[in-house]
Protein backbone atom coordinates (compact mmCIF):
# COMPACT_ATOMS: atom_id res chain seq x y z
CA UNK A 1 0.00 0.00 0.00
CA UNK A 2 2.69 2.26 -0.27
CA UNK A 3 4.62 2.93 -3.81
CA UNK A 4 1.83 3.31 -6.67
CA UNK A 5 3.09 0.71 -9.02
CA UNK A 6 2.66 1.74 -13.42
CA UNK A 7 -0.80 0.59 -13.32
CA UNK A 8 -1.75 3.45 -10.79
CA UNK A 9 0.31 5.69 -12.79
CA UNK A 10 -1.66 5.03 -16.28
CA UNK A 11 -4.89 5.00 -14.43
CA UNK A 12 -3.73 8.33 -13.13
CA UNK A 13 -2.55 9.46 -16.26
CA UNK A 14 -5.88 8.77 -18.31
CA UNK A 15 -8.37 10.13 -15.74
CA UNK A 16 -5.74 14.10 -16.37
CA UNK A 17 -6.17 14.12 -19.55
CA UNK A 18 -9.98 13.11 -19.06
CA UNK A 19 -10.03 16.08 -17.19
CA UNK A 20 -8.12 18.54 -18.69
CA UNK A 21 -8.58 17.51 -22.00
CA UNK A 22 -5.57 16.70 -24.53
CA UNK A 23 -4.86 20.00 -25.67
CA UNK A 24 -4.95 21.90 -22.66
CA UNK A 25 -2.33 19.78 -21.34
CA UNK A 26 0.33 21.60 -23.16
CA UNK A 27 -0.35 25.02 -22.25
CA UNK A 28 -0.53 23.25 -18.41
CA UNK A 29 2.78 22.01 -18.66
CA UNK A 30 4.43 25.39 -20.15
CA UNK A 31 2.98 27.24 -17.73
CA UNK A 32 3.87 24.92 -15.03
CA UNK A 33 7.84 24.66 -16.41
CA UNK A 34 7.31 28.88 -16.14
CA UNK A 35 6.39 29.22 -12.83
CA UNK A 36 9.25 26.67 -11.47
CA UNK A 37 11.71 28.09 -13.35
CA UNK A 38 10.22 31.95 -11.82
CA UNK A 39 10.48 29.57 -7.98
CA UNK A 40 13.93 28.70 -8.98
CA UNK A 41 15.35 31.72 -9.63
CA UNK A 42 13.49 33.64 -6.76
CA UNK A 43 14.97 30.78 -4.76
CA UNK A 44 18.44 31.50 -6.01
CA UNK A 45 18.02 34.80 -5.42
CA UNK A 46 16.92 34.86 -1.64
CA UNK A 47 20.23 32.59 -1.00
CA UNK A 48 22.30 34.98 -1.98
CA UNK A 49 20.94 38.35 -0.14
CA UNK A 50 20.98 36.02 2.92
CA UNK A 51 24.90 35.37 2.18
CA UNK A 52 26.97 37.95 4.42
CA UNK A 53 29.24 39.96 2.52
CA UNK A 54 32.70 38.52 3.80
CA UNK A 55 33.02 35.32 6.36
CA UNK A 56 33.83 37.64 8.87
CA UNK A 57 31.83 40.70 8.98
CA UNK A 58 29.36 41.40 11.56
CA UNK A 59 25.63 41.40 10.64
CA UNK A 60 23.76 44.03 11.87
CA UNK A 61 20.52 43.15 13.58
CA UNK A 62 17.43 45.59 14.25
CA UNK A 63 15.99 45.98 17.38
CA UNK A 64 13.12 47.29 18.82
CA UNK A 65 12.23 47.64 22.66
CA UNK A 66 8.81 46.53 23.70
CA UNK A 67 7.77 47.54 27.65
CA UNK A 68 5.80 44.83 29.46
CA UNK A 69 2.67 46.38 30.27
CA UNK A 70 2.37 47.53 33.57
CA UNK A 71 0.95 45.77 36.66
CA UNK A 72 -2.19 47.49 37.49
CA UNK A 73 -3.50 47.44 33.73
CA UNK A 74 -2.57 50.86 32.97
CA UNK A 75 -0.27 52.19 30.44
CA UNK A 76 3.02 53.76 31.80
Given at each position: ???????????????????????????????????L?I??????????????????????????????????????
Amino acid sequence: MGAMSPTHWAILLVVVVLLFGAKRMPDAARSLGKSLRIFKTEVRELQHDARPESPGAPTTVQSERVDPPAADGHPV
